[in-house]
């Protein structure tokens, strides 16, 4: 099992520019998620999914897109990029999200300029 | 918004010595867990504490969870250079929600 990965490892952008990032899981899990990590401030949960077709805000959602067609994928799309969402996103993935153990992805680095 | 104060947010020792790690918070959690990270890498779990009152070991590594499930804390005996790393408590609350602490960059020095 390749586990949860991510692409692109660096992305840069400028101010306005859209982009998504992919996260994929071949694990079968239901439950998926995106955080944010900023120095200092430790990781904050962007948006989630329950299950395919289901998703729900998180902690910080502003600025931020997800969709979850199927089981294994969950893109986060930044619709116009700022540089306050310059940060490492994190994709992960647990069977069931009720405390399990969560999966990471190695993180994606988005610099906006 | 469930919030985790970790403390502290740095801490270097030499090989050898013990430290503690706290959580902190003023929220009821289901559970609580710990994480490690490695530069450039994702968060890998360490351990999930449930019941309060629960005291778990990993190898030299012990963690507890406070008697009202709002508070944690790490102790690592005898730390080792390769103990080095970024160490996050995460408060786990409604449905898989997690709350992470702001970490604690560890820096074991032989």
């Known amino acids: 099992n390749a586990g949860v990965t991510q692409t692109p490892k660096f992305q840069v952008l400028k101010t306005g520019q859209s982009m998504t990032l992919q996260c994929a899981q071949d694990m079968n899990h239901e439950y998926m998620s995106w955080y944010r990590q900023d120095p200092g401030m430790g990781l904050r949960l962007i948006h989630y999914?329950?299950?395919?077709?289901?998703?729900d805000q998180g902690e910080v959602p502003n600025g931020y897109n997800v969709s979850r067609s199927t089981t294994e994928d969950f893109p986060l799309r930044l619709l116009s990029a700022a540089p306050s969402q310059t940060s490492v996103y994190f994709c992960?993935?647990?069977?069931?999200?009720?405390?399990?153990?969560?999966?990471f992805g190695p993180g994606t680095r988005l610099l906006v300029l | 918004t469930q919030l985790l104060e970790q403390s502290p947010q740095f801490l270097s020792i030499q090989e050898g010595e013990n430290l503690t790690v706290y959580c902190n918070s003023s929220?009821?959690?289901?559970?609580l867990q710990w994480y490690r990270q490695e530069p450039g890498e994702g968060p890998v779990l360490l351990v999930t504490v449930v019941t309060g009152g629960e005291v778990k070991k990993l190898k030299r590594l012990t963690f507890q969870f406070g008697d009202a499930r709002k508070d944690s804390s790490l102790h690592i005996t005898a730390a080792q250079p390769g103990d080095t790393g970024l160490y996050l408590c995460?408060?786990?609350?409604?449905?898989?929600?997690?709350?992470f602490g702001q970490g604690t960059i560890l820096t074991v020095h032989p």
């Open positions: 992960a993935s647990s069977y069931e999200g009720r405390g399990e153990t969560q999966y």
């Open positions: 999914s329950v299950g395919a077709g289901i998703t």
């Open positions: 995460a408060g786990v609350y409604g449905y898989g929600k997690l709350t």
């Open positions: 929220s009821v959690f289901s559970s």
